[in-house]
């Protein structure tokens, strides 16, 4: 079965520097999301990206973050200058219509020191 | 402002026997729901759905009911199994918006005793 995949599994990075967390979403997918997931937290929606362009984003979702869909396949969440509260899981997420669920990835966990 | 709550964090349920895993939501403008499982360092897996429309859906051992009147959905797991034990997400969207925004639970911890 097709899957959403996310790298790295595991990404540490000082704060105050950029990271880029990588998706590949399921090919014929259309709508494609960022989550995140504080420990002890609920799952919080940050972006949802559909047709080449930011659909909706949570207030979370500040002028430090971007996402961007470079070449077709990869969709990737930009943190431009990371604080130590980033440190999170994040998910990918994408789906085919917009009727139907949305396939998460396994996520990156960021730890920011 | 947490429009969607799984009051209970955690339930322990003996094999063989039902779960029964609760939601409650605020937004009447919610149109479409979702259970989601999350076992540990893998991302939510898509369980089951259930449109406004409905009151239940049925898929296997998985069935979801929608109580509209009472801003309430529940996940029944019967027979339990041991490979159940995860997390698991309540989700509910608003259709037709294109970013179909997802607002999750807190999740429910559940544990199936052998």
């Known amino acids: 079965e097709p899957e959403v995949t996310q790298t790295p599994s595991h990404q540490v990075t000082q704060m105050g520097q950029e990271v880029i967390l990588r998706c590949v979403p399921i090919?014929?997918?259309?709508?494609f999301y960022w989550y995140r997931q504080i420990l002890g937290q609920k799952v919080e929606f940050l972006v949802s990206?559909?047709?080449?362009?930011?659909?909706?984003k949570s207030e979370i979702f500040d002028d430090q973050f971007s996402v961007e869909r470079p070449d077709g396949s990869n969709f990737t969440l930009k943190i431009r200058s990371t604080k130590l509260e980033d440190s999170a899981m994040y998910f990918c997420?994408?789906?085919?219509?917009?009727?139907?669920?949305?396939?998460f990835g396994d996520g990156t966990r960021l730890s920011i020191l | 402002d947490q429009q969607v709550k799984q009051n209970s964090p955690s339930l322990s349920v003996q094999e063989g026997r039902i779960s029964i895993l609760n939601c409650d939501y605020t937004?009447?403008?919610?149109?479409?729901f979702l259970w989601y499982k999350k076992y540990p360092a893998e991302g939510p897996t898509f369980l089951i759905s259930?449109?406004?429309?409905?009151d239940k859906n049925e898929d296997g051992r998985f069935t979801v009911f929608l109580n509209k009147s009472a801003k309430h959905l529940s996940l029944h797991i019967v027979p339990s199994q041991p490979g159940d034990s995860a997390v698991y997400f309540c989700?509910?969207?608003?259709?037709?918006?294109?970013?179909?925004?997802?607002?999750f639970g807190t999740g429910t911890s559940l544990t199936v005793i052998p």
């Open positions: 997420a994408s789906k085919g219509q917009s009727n139907q669920p949305q396939h």
């Open positions: 090919s014929n997918h259309l709508y």
């Open positions: 990206f559909y047709n080449n362009e930011i659909s909706e």
């Open positions: 937004n009447s403008m919610f149109d479409y």
């Open positions: 259930i449109s406004s429309i409905k």
């Open positions: 989700a509910a969207i608003q259709l037709p918006n294109t970013g179909n925004q997802f607002y």
